[in-house]
């Protein structure tokens, strides 16, 4: 098999890369393999430099199965050589992959998801180019649309700019042509002089530009006020796989404790408060404070939603969340005094 | 036991100067590093066997940040016992 390489040729490579005969490098090879073993029993540790570490480990009797007959037997305790590559060796055959990366699956969600869901107006302008990009995750279909509009606009728009250039070029390096015959010296002129006037062509385009973005700003402003005006604003999330109502309130409003917001906002009479489904979409209760400087009414509200979850709780007989949670309540309503 | 022990040990059995042993143990494990690294595997006789794997991409929890993480496929080292070393050191087990 070309996977494997026999012991005879590693001693030929050996004794090829170092100039000793194949009996001097295989007698090498069996001595450093004898010392290894003799240190193994000895004191059931080798370690081999730059290569990796021998241990003996102990391994403790366990019940296995005969794979033939599928009886049960039992595995007496023994020992076994475990061996650890050191990180040289980890590295060097590992490099084919060494630039793939462990990634948190859920990472970019807690990324974007405040972002969408507590949006704050006054950044709306800035976060223009952000918003393109979010809008898929978004439940408004008709910013959605606005958005396929203006990126339409975008794309016609640079294709007659460039269509403009182009032609400009042509019938430009088609006067040159006739001066670069006389001089090769006039010929760096002609890209030059192309570029100046596309800038000149291209100013057109980041007004209608702007002005497509405009609509789109005032759009998603009208969006955001006609939620933001009162304190029951409501933004929309779409629950994702594994995730519960503890989780979406850390993402959501970076504190996992205030999950019975959420909670009371989708309450429909007989919902456990330990289970939540897939892709359902949840809303949102938007703070009247922020996060860490919450308002009094946020405060009630809490307590209020905290009320909620305990009798929730109680209905499916968990008394010993119901009782914590009114706890969290009472806390909440102090708070909110 | 460190590296220059083995090599004086080493160098005495073979009636080898220490720099021409220690020349053969570098080459000799730098050639066993780069036969691995190309997903080759070999046997030393009486130790063992090696040879690489590739190990799956799969999903795992983190604890720290409570969440899953997608680990990505990774080249590993595996080492399987000979059965001589096995008998060996199980044998001497039992002796004691």
Do not use: C
């Amino acid at each position: 098999m070309s996977k494997k390489v026999t012991y005879a040729e590693i001693i030929e490579a050996l004794s090829q890369k170092t100039g000793f005969n194949k009996q001097k490098s295989e007698a090498f090879s069996k001595a450093l393999i004898a010392e290894i073993k003799k240190e193994l029993q000895e004191t059931g540790k080798a370690s081999i430099t730059n290569f990796g570490s021998f241990k003996v480990k102990e391994v403790a009797e366990r019940q296995g199965q005969n794979p033939q007959t599928g009886e049960p037997i039992t595995i007496p305790a023994h020992k076994r050589v475990s061996f650890t590559p050191y990180k040289a060796l980890k590295e060097k055959v590992n490099a084919k992959y060494a630039h793939l990366e462990t990634e948190l699956i859920d990472e970019e969600k807690s990324k974007t998801e405040p972002a969408e869901v507590a949006p704050l107006p006054s950044e709306w302008p800035e976060r223009e180019p952000k918003q393109e990009v979010f809008t898929p995750k978004t439940t408004y279909g008709d910013r959605k649309k606005g958005n396929n509009i203006g990126l339409l606009i975008v794309a016609v728009l640079t294709l007659v700019v460039i269509a403009l250039a182009s032609l400009w070029f042509v019938f430009s390096s088609g006067d040159e042509q006739v001066a670069s015959e006389k001089a090769a010296l006039e010929q760096p002129q002609t890209p030059a002089a192309a570029e100046q006037v596309v800038p000149g062509e291209t100013d057109s385009q980041p007004q209608t530009d702007s002005e497509a973005e405009n609509v789109e700003a005032e759009e998603a402003k009208t969006n955001t006020q006609n939620t933001s005006t009162t304190p029951a604003d409501v933004n929309v999330y779409t629950v994702k796989e594994n995730e519960w109502y503890w989780r979406i309130s850390r993402t959501v409003y970076g504190k996992p404790e205030f999950w019975p917001l959420i909670f009371q906002q989708n309450y429909t009479s007989d919902v456990h408060p330990d289970s939540l489904e897939k892709n359902i979409r949840l809303e949102i209760p938007v703070l009247e404070g922020t996060a860490s400087n919450l308002t009094k009414g946020d405060y009630r509200r809490l307590a209020e939603a905290s009320g909620v979850v305990s009798d929730a709780y109680r209905k499916f007989g968990r008394t010993d969340k119901a009782a914590e949670y009114e706890r969290f309540a009472r806390k909440w309503r102090r708070a909110g005094m | 036991m460190t590296k220059s022990e083995v090599l004086k040990e080493l160098a005495e059995e073979l009636e080898l100067t220490q720099a021409d042993t220690e020349s053969l143990y570098d080459s000799f494990v730098e050639g066993l590093t780069v036969l691995l690294s190309r997903g080759k595997g070999f046997t030393l006789p009486g130790l063992g066997s090696f040879h690489a794997e590739i190990r799956a991409a799969h999903k795992s929890y983190n604890p720290h940040y409570e969440k899953m993480m997608r680990i990505p496929e990774k080249q590993v080292v595996h080492f399987s016992q000979s059965s001589t070393i096995r008998d060996q050191i199980n044998n001497e087990g039992e002796n004691e």
